[in-house]
């Protein structure tokens, strides 16, 4: 019974630490607040401050506290464990055991009003407030620790260039990077140090600068930090190494007060794509920071927060019943975070004891600058002088730590921050796919190149206006019969050629040819396909099937066959005649005739009239009967596989193989292809060969589809354009009558182009092998470009295609039946002639009896 009394007490006492609200409300008992002055700490400071905190809280309290009432304790030892009737505790002791107390006081749902030493990370913003008594001039590296603590910055390595302005606090600085919190709560910063000798003048400087730089110019990403009075030498030489790009991050603190023309002038010479950030000294001149102010203001907040609290419970409780207040009251840790909100507010608007020191953040906004849409591209503007914008993204104090308004790097987390860039095209099917409306202006547009653009908008976070022109509109009211299926990238429009050298236009999303790069006045991307050559030529024909019949067994083989029927008739006739007895002697193969028409009959399972009597004779024929059966049954076999699975002439499937095909008389390259090119810088000698003997086609005239349909002419494109081709055909005919190459040669790589020497290249490629790697682009080829069948898929299973017997398989069957009746009739006439001859002799002799 006492156990299961026990039970019950404890379920109930688990129920309620969980769910019910059994702290006290302001409007029936005294708040209580737990101030913690730890002695050790107040020591090293050489502060003795007690007395005048409990005269300044009791002073604040009088005056300030408007609602019900506020027990105050005082404790001169941090590792007191507050119980949980508190609401608030104001402590002043250093790092370590501030962050210890504050563990503590989460459990019990205390408020932390806490006031701590330099470099220590901050508290959660959500959860307390802290304060840093921090000497002016040394609130960088507790600068950096917030910073950090906050994930504002979110690197892993930095490069630390400082000179002796900031050298006495570099070791703190680096502990700031390095630090990896309570609970490794973030994570630590690498850094590379590097000092700027102040004692060099002008050139000298420069050269120490520019030697610390090199060691990372060539690499892809880095982050730098800069605290010198020489940041104008670090700029100017970080740009002529070209480090401002879209990969880098650079932030330099301007330690003494700097207005926003002076960080103009730093940027303004700078090239588009930077990643850069100030953080100016904004600490107001004449500011007194003490540690018994900063304790009255604490107070000050929290008795102005109690106060509204308890007056918003009084107003509730006054229009409630009581069951329905105790339902609906807040808990503690629901008052907590209010009182704490109130406290934030207050001491936003009265701070005036820890908020002395202050640097505002800012942030140069220079991506898409020059390329922003405009209505036109033809504009020429080639200068590198841009008036950048700067966002406000924040600022820190010793209070609040940082306060931010955006991120540190805008373009690093948001990469474009959705402006409107301007993007240049042109119809060029399957790549582009342009439909304009009556004005002129694209109204559709689709394609592989269009897939991939609207992919890199999503991903760079931009929106873009694409240009065409009405050239296009031409082009594709001139479309006609004669035009040819597929198309090229292997040549630019001048047009595009043009913004392109004007820089003024993001990029162009088109497919083009990659050629070489220094010989043209835009940068290739990545590619996102290769393309590959082959030839077409006429389908290869079935081969005659008159003959099919002695098809099963080659020459040599019919001739030993031939000399076994001849060899075995002979053999019958000799031991049939001469077997010593007479009575088995077989009158009917006494003659060498019946004995070839009995083995020949055997051959065709015919069987025989005579049959040998002496056992001799029987093993010849037993034998014999073996042969045919092995013969009959071979060839029956293979019969019914050349029946079955009909052989082919031999097609092209080689370029090389062209040259030794006698009926093709001409050869046809597509006019501007990349394989001209390639060809006439290639060493293999039947490209060259090719190239001289073949004609260049623009139309499907002089493409001469016919000539290569009847086998007298082989074309050499893109397999895909060629795909295309055959596919035109076979709607129009129902018929596959072309053939493609089983080789590719030539790969001729496609890429989109951004004007030369653009910041974007790099994260335009990233993106691309992304694509790549998650099958995007192969996705887009697959719905875009002409896929195979069975006309021009790869020839590689012609050979062994079904299909039914027809005539033409049949044709030799007839054609021994007619030379058989030919042969009967051609054996009887002559029976009829010899037969005359011997009457008319007997005649003459005098011999003829009727």
Same mark, same amino acid.
């Given at each position: ?32 607040l ?44 941090s ?100 630090h ?19 004692s ?16 990372f ?14 940041? +104008?030498? #670090?700029? =100017?030489?970080?740009?002529?190494? %070209? ?5 880098? !991050? /650079?932030? @330099? ?67 409630i019943?009581d ?17 704490? +909100?109130? #406290?934030? =507010?207050?001491?936003?608007?009265? %701070? ?5 020191? !202050? /640097?505002s @953040? ?77 004005r002129g ?25 694409? !240009? ?87 020459i ?80 029956c ?6 029946l ?23 050869y ?36 001469d ?32 009558e ?29 993106e691309i092998?992304?694509?790549h ?78």
């Open positions: 019974m006492l156990k299961g009394f026990c039970l019950v007490l404890l379920l109930q006492t688990l129920y309620c630490s969980v769910s019910c609200n059994d702290f006290s409300s302001f409007l029936s008992a005294n708040a209580s737990a101030v913690v002055l730890d002695e050790d700490y107040l020591r090293k400071r050489d502060e003795n401050i007690f007395d005048q905190v409990k005269k300044t809280i009791d002073d604040v309290i009088r005056e300030n506290l408007k609602n019900g009432g506020l027990a105050v304790r005082y404790f001169s030892w590792s007191v464990r507050l119980k949980k009737d508190f609401v608030a505790a104001i402590t002043v002791a250093d790092c370590a055991r501030t962050w210890k107390f504050f563990e503590d006081a989460e459990e019990t749902a205390i408020l932390l009003l806490a006031i701590t030493e330099p470099d220590c990370p901050r508290l959660p913003l959500d959860q307390a407030v802290m304060i840093p008594i921090i000497d002016r001039g040394e609130e960088i590296p507790q600068l950096i620790l917030d910073i950090k603590v906050q994930k504002i910055l979110n690197w892993r390595t930095s490069v630390l260039l400082f000179d002796s302005s900031i050298e006495a606090k570099t070791t703190q600085i680096i502990a700031s990077l390095a990896e919190g309570p609970k490794n709560m973030f994570n630590p910063i690498s850094v590379y140090l590097y000092k700027i000798d102040e060099l003048r002008n050139q000298q400087k420069k050269t120490a600068i520019k030697k610390a730089l090199l060691q110019a060539n690499r892809p990403h880095n982050q730098f930090i800069v605290f010198s009075s020489s940041i +104008e030498d #670090v700029v =100017e030489l970080a740009a002529s190494l %070209n480090m401002f790009h879209v990969f880098n !991050q /650079w932030l @330099f603190f301007l330690p003494v007060t700097t207005d926003r023309v002076n960080t103009y002038s730093l940027t303004q010479n700078l090239n588009e794509g930077a990643n850069i950030a100030f953080a100016v000294n904004d600490t107001v001149v004449g500011c007194q920071e003490t540690l018994l102010c900063s304790i009255a203001e604490l107070v000050h907040g929290f008795v102005d927060g109690l106060s509204k609290v308890i007056e918003e419970e009084g107003s509730l409780y006054g229009q019943s069951e329905e207040w105790e339902a609906i009251r807040l808990t503690k840790k629901e008052r907590q975070n209010e009182i704490l +909100e109130y #406290v934030k =507010e207050y001491l936003r608007k009265n %701070n005036q004891c820890s908020g002395c020191s !202050q /640097w @953040f800012k942030s140069m906004e220079s991506w898409g600058r020059s390329r922003r849409y405009t209505k036109t591209v033809q504009r020429i503007d080639l200068s590198s002088s841009f008036d950048y914008d700067y966002v406000d993204v924040g600022y820190w104090s010793p209070l609040f730590g940082f306060v931010s308004k955006d991120v540190l790097f805008p373009h690093i987390s948001h990469k474009f921050r959705n402006i409107s860039l301007n993007v240049i095209t042109y119809h060029n099917p399957p790549w582009q796919i342009l439909s304009y409306n009556q202006e694209i109204e559709e547009s689709s394609g592989i190149v269009i897939e991939l653009l609207k992919e890199l908008s999503n991903k760079l976070n931009f929106t873009y206006k694409l !240009q065409g022109s009405y050239e296009d509109i031409l082009k594709i009211e001139q479309e006609n019969t004669t035009a040819l299926s597929g198309s090229l990238t292997n040549t630019v429009p001048q047009r595009i050629v043009n913004a392109m050298m004007n820089r003024n236009v993001f990029m162009g999303a088109m497919g083009v040819t990659v050629h070489d790069p220094s010989k043209v006045p835009y940068n290739y991307t990545d590619p996102i396909s290769i393309q590959k050559y082959t030839l077409i030529s006429k389908r290869p024909d079935e081969v005659n099937r008159i003959y099919l019949f002695t098809a099963p067994f080659t040599l083989t019919w001739a030993c066959l031939a000399a076994a029927v001849i060899l075995t008739a002979p053999a019958l006739y000799l031991i049939n005649k001469y077997s010593p007895l007479d009575i088995l002697r077989t009158e009917g193969l006494n003659k060498m005739k019946n004995c070839f028409w009995y083995v020949y009959g055997a051959l065709l399972q015919q069987g025989g009239m005579y049959l040998p009597k002496a056992d001799s004779g029987r093993v010849i024929i037993g034998i014999w009967w073996i042969v045919v059966i092995v013969l009959v049954t071979t060839y076999g293979n019969l019914v596989a050349f079955t699975f009909p052989k082919f002439q031999r097609g092209i499937d080689y370029l090389f193989e062209t040259f030794s095909h006698k009926e093709v008389t001409t046809g390259l597509r006019n501007g292809t990349f394989f001209q090119i390639y060809a006439q810088q290639s060493t293999r000698k039947d490209f060259k060969k090719f190239l001289e003997h073949a004609v260049l086609y623009d139309d499907v005239i002089t493409e589809i016919a000539s290569v349909q009847k086998g007298l002419r082989v074309n050499v494109d893109w397999r895909i354009n060629l795909q295309m081709s055959i596919q035109k055909h076979f709607e129009e005919s129902k018929v596959c072309f053939l493609l190459g089983k080789e590719d040669f030539v790969d001729e790589q496609i890429a989109l182009v951004l004007p030369g020497g653009s910041p974007y290249l790099g994260i335009v490629n990233n092998k992304r694509l790697q998650m099958g995007f682009i192969e996705r887009w080829h697959q719905l875009y470009l002409p896929g195979t069948n069975k006309c021009n898929a790869k020839s590689k299973s012609r050979q062994i295609t079904n299909h039914m017997v027809n005539l033409n398989d049949m044709q030799g069957c007839f054609l021994v039946l007619f030379f058989g009746f030919s042969l009967s009739a051609f054996l009887i006439i002559g029976e009829f002639i010899f037969h005359r001859f011997i009457l008319s002799r007997e005649k003459k002799l005098g011999t003829y009896t009727n």
